[in-house]
């Protein structure tokens, strides 16, 4: 399926959450800190809070979301 | 010849003692175990409290040389002057505001009643229909770890040594590991911590929560408190709840608040947390729908009448108490340090001392 990762198509697998999409497009980046550093999903669990991404317009964390064809992922903020 | 002084704590108020002592010339330790206290747990408001004329006295002070900080203070500390709102639910409490801005401008503390419109205009994220609120355009936030370590930094001559303290003895103090230091000025400015160096200190630990969201910039802009917050701060049984938001610079809401006595249980308590988000969640609705990165819990050193032990020990000359400041720690930290330096070199203090003074307990409750 295709998913919009900061406006760029990517085809991804279905099934697959939107954390496993970043890394399956090259960058797991998911945001960055206040300090401008990038920052990527660590326990895959929904407990670190590193993947919260702007996700259909929504605060999201990436490793408890699923990939939906159309979805528009943001890394922003 | 110069004075030895040595600050035990390094939070807020032992960092603002040392920076004020080494302003004064003096050569200044600071000890500090590294746990961490009040000042890392606490919302970092900068607030004027008027629950009684003692504590409006050195807040207003304190706030003055907050604002003479200002300008030296590094970005990471976050100062932003979002002043305060405290709002009124219904008319009953709009008429404690106005009684809250008489006193407030008998000390000379602008702010300013907004009804109901200006109010939903100022913060549209606020259920509709409240009856308005005070504003305290003075009032500020900081990011007080980050103000604590800059003016340990900035200050000469003040030298920061991990160590945890053992036994305090007048101006001799001993560290774990038996080394035993000596100064002319011992300050113990370690909030709940200094209980266990000195018992019978008139200090019980007041337990709160606070959570923190993920980036919303742009939905709330002032420091949001419900008027009837002062009473529940000043509980001194049960648990209480209270709505108090503050907006990060990062967009993140900084929501609280709650107490609880008679507790050093760390864990957060779900129960307590779940009151206190409703509470939030009464005034802001759209609260529900935002995300929560972390929650967490500290401890307010509270002293019986609420206002912090501020002089010389009455029974050990030459110890000095920085202690108690219970919430308002970060607000009254840089106040705090210029009264109780006053004292110890004899200069008179800009606000009378006398409520703070640590001798007003009952005998053997102070020391």
Sequence with gaps: MIIYLDQHAVEVPGGITVAAALAYAGSSASRRSCTGQHRAPFCGMGVCQECRMQIDGQRRLACQTLCRPGMQVERSG | MTTQAIVIGAGIVGAACAAALAQRGAKVLVLDDGRGGATGAGMGHLVAMDDNPAELALTHYSLGLWQGLRAQLPERCAYRGCGTLWLAADEQEMALAMGKQALLAEQGVASEALGTQRLAQLE????????????????????????????????????????????????????????????????????????????????????????????????????????????????????????NVQARPTGQLLVGSSRQFDTLETRVEPAVLARMLARAVAYLPALAGLNAIRAWTGFRAATPDGLPMLGEHPEQPGLWLALGHEGLGVTTAPGSAQLLCALMFGNAPLIDARPYAPGRFAEGQAA
């Design chain 2, 124 to 243: 549209p994220m606020l259920r509709a229909g409240l009856a308005g609120a005070l504003k305290v355009p003075g009032d500020a936030i900081v990011y007080a770890p980050a103000a604590a370590a800059w003016l340990l930094q900035q200050a000469a001559g003040v030298t920061l040594r991990p160590a945890t303290v053992q036994a305090v003895q007048g101006r001799q103090v001993t560290l774990q590991g038996g080394e035993r230091l000596a100064a002319d000025i011992v300050v113990l400015a370690n909030g709940f911590g200094a209980k266990a160096l000195l018992p019978a200190l008139a200090l019980r630990p007041k337990k709160g929560h606070l959570l923190i969201t993920d980036r919303y910039p742009g939905r709330v802009s002032h420091q949001l408190v419900e008027l009837g917050y002062a009473a529940s701060a000043h509980h001194s049984e049960g648990t209480s709840v209270a709505f």
